[in-house]
């Protein structure tokens, strides 16, 4: 169908992809499509409110906290088969790069200090920054970048579904230039039922 050769996620990498994401292990040459099995994914605004809910079970992500001023740290604290959390720590300046999420839809909280995130559409880009207790919501196909701007170390909460498989990341010109995948790296979670009891709508039934 198409010709792989024209195609910008054709390229070699260009850039070394340490620290590129929480998980990525390779680089992938194409995106893979939606599985059969997949089950269906969750609204935004259902993520934002798992994200928020698991924000307040502060024995649940606090003892996993950490910063490195090398590179942000990332924990996956919970895996379902429709979505995953990750804790991420950052330090002053510690940035993701322009990237989406694959087909995946994303929620996170900010759980200490403050983020940036910086979203690259076709008119440009917008920033907005997000204090400890805000959440931002992402649609699956949006662009974006989350930074750490300030001197204090900050701490957040991202849930995606389904788990993230891809990401692809960008130039500033909105043009792609590698996919990684992401590792299915076992989570603290992986119960079912744990999942569902720290869901927070399920703490309101
Ligand atoms: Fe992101």
Same mark, same amino acid.
């Given at each position: 169908m198409?010709? $792989?050769?024209a ?15 929480p ?15 997949? $089950?269906?994914?969750l ?44 804790l ?10 322009f ?60 849930v ?14 909105g043009r $792609? ?14 119960? $079912? ?13």
């Amino acid at each position: 169908m198409s010709t $792989p050769a024209a195609s910008p996620l054709s390229r070699p990498a260009r850039l070394p992809i340490d620290d590129r994401s929480p998980a990525a292990r390779r680089v992938s040459l194409a995106r893979p499509g939606p599985r059969p099995t997949d $089950p269906p994914v969750l609204p935004v605004g259902v993520l934002a409110d798992i994200a928020l809910g698991l924000a307040r079970a502060t024995e649940l992500w606090q003892p996993h906290v950490s910063h490195d001023p090398l590179s942000r740290t990332s924990v996956r604290l919970v895996a379902t088969e429709s979505y995953e959390v990750w804790l991420l720590g950052w330090t002053q300046g510690q940035r993701v790069e322009f990237h989406d999420h694959g087909g995946s839809n994303a929620a996170f909280a900010v759980l200490e200090g403050e983020l940036q995130e910086i979203t690259l559409g076709v008119a440009g880009t917008t920033s907005k920054r997000l204090t400890s207790g805000r959440v931002g919501t992402v649609a699956a196909g949006t662009v974006h970048d989350v930074i750490n701007p300030t001197a204090v170390v900050a701490t957040s909460l991202h849930v995606y579904s389904n788990p993230l498989r891809t990401m692809t990341y960008y130039d500033g010109q909105g043009r $792609p230039t590698y996919t990684e995948l992401v590792e299915q790296v076992p989570a603290l979670v992986t119960s $079912p039922t744990q999942a569902r009891a720290l869901h927070p709508s399920r703490a309101r039934a």
